[in-house]
């Protein structure tokens, strides 16, 4: 007999866990040292490798299919293993921030380094806004404030989950962290809004490094798979500057705010081509960080689906 009914009952159970972790975690962090959160958060992410099966076995199928050539599979699966300690590190700070509302100053002050800020200067100076090229890389959730506190505005494209209390807790949290957000749906709404703030001169942080439903089938860390196509729909219609913008943790547990160069946007009249370059060009953007920070990167989605 089946421990479950049928998928939807297995997946509220896993969201009531998930959100009971959450909860767990946030409360056991009060009385934690940053760096003995850092520290539970090492032991526990080691611990997940071995025991989250479905998610260990995702991210090796994802990394195999990028780097199987290149590296042998103990080599990958140990880049894994560091994948989990890495997100597992990550989630226990940002709780850490989040349960002694410590997301202020102390937040902007564990990004310690920030590289390309003149690029983001010359951008935002013309008017006509900023679309950051953004990836679930490193601490994502503190690029927001760490650019709000240099004073650059920013909001950015975030998807619901479909666990509404869960959504409700992230929420909460991103607006500690000032990571101002506009939710995906519904859509027309969510590309209302977006225009209206690069209008308005701001930044606009987009996500596109995970899969799209809807959008063209271009090349990601070199195959083929379905990309939204926002960074460069907004791009085309506001002339605004586009930039890679991440945020990495380095070698002493700090993070370093990285702006890239600004983009030249493809304008050839052809709408439909237009979009599918640049958002190649932009795919190959990410990717650079992506392949230069390999072990900090969200493998557990399933970015190829079908690819395989």
């Known amino acids: 007999m089946p421990l479950f009914k049928n998928k939807e009952s297995k997946k509220r159970l896993e969201r009531w866990f998930g959100r009971q972790w959450f909860n767990l975690v946030a409360f056991l962090t009060r009385f934690l040292t940053l760096g003995r959160a850092k520290t539970f958060g090492r032991i526990l992410g080691k611990m997940a490798f071995y025991l989250v099966v479905r998610h260990r076995r995702a991210a090796l199928r994802n990394i195999q299919l990028i780097y199987g050539k290149e590296k042998s599979k103990q080599e990958l699966?140990?880049?894994?293993?560091?994948?989990?300690?890495?997100?597992?590190?990550?989630?226990?700070?940002?709780l850490y921030l989040y349960s002694r509302d410590l997301t202020g100053a102390y937040a902007?002050?564990?990004?310690?380094?920030?590289?390309?800020?003149?690029?983001?200067?010359?951008?935002?100076?013309?008017?006509?806004?900023?679309?950051?090229?953004?990836?679930?890389?490193?601490?994502?959730?503190?690029?927001?404030?760490k650019l709000t506190s240099l004073g650059f505005p920013n909001t950015a494209i975030m998807r619901q989950m479909k666990d509404g209390k869960l959504e409700d807790m992230l929420v909460e949290m991103r607006s500690k962290f000032g990571q101002r957000c506009i939710p995906k749906l519904?859509?027309?709404?969510?590309?209302?809004?977006?225009?209206?703030?690069?209008?308005?001169?701001?930044?606009?942080?987009?996500?596109?490094?995970?899969?799209?439903?809807?959008?063209?089938?271009?090349?990601?860390?070199?195959i083929p798979t379905f990309t939204p196509t926002g960074a460069a729909v907004f791009a085309l219609k506001t002339g605004a500057a586009v930039l890679p913008i991440v945020n990495v943790q380095d070698q002493n547990g700090f993070?370093?705010?990285?702006?890239?160069?600004?983009?030249?946007?493809?304008?050839?009249?052809?709408?439909?081509?237009?979009?599918?370059?640049?958002?190649?060009?932009?795919?190959?953007?990410?990717?650079?960080?992506?392949?230069?920070?390999?072990?900090?990167?969200?493998?557990?989605?399933?970015?190829?689906?079908g690819e395989r």
């Not at 703030?197 to 942080?205: F, H, M, S």
Request: proline share 1%; hydrophobic share 40%; glycine share 10%.
């Open 77 to 94: 699966r140990e880049m894994i293993r560091r994948t989990f300690i890495r997100a597992s590190c990550f989630g226990w700070e940002a």
């Open 255 to 305: 993070y370093k705010l990285i702006i890239g160069e600004e983009m030249t946007v493809t304008k050839t009249g052809d709408q439909k081509k237009d979009i599918m370059e640049n958002t190649l060009r932009f795919n190959q953007a990410i990717e650079k960080y992506i392949r230069l920070f390999p072990d900090q990167w969200f493998w557990f989605h399933n970015r190829w689906k």
């Open 186 to 222: 519904p859509v027309s709404r969510a590309i209302e809004e977006s225009i209206a703030w690069l209008r308005e001169g701001k930044v606009l942080i987009l996500y596109m490094d995970q899969r799209a439903g809807r959008g063209v089938k271009v090349d990601f860390m070199g």
């Open 108 to 145: 902007e002050d564990l990004v310690k380094k920030v590289e390309g800020i003149e690029q983001l200067e010359k951008a935002v100076a013309r008017g006509k806004g900023v679309i950051g090229l953004g990836a679930h890389l490193g601490n994502f959730l503190l690029l927001g404030r």
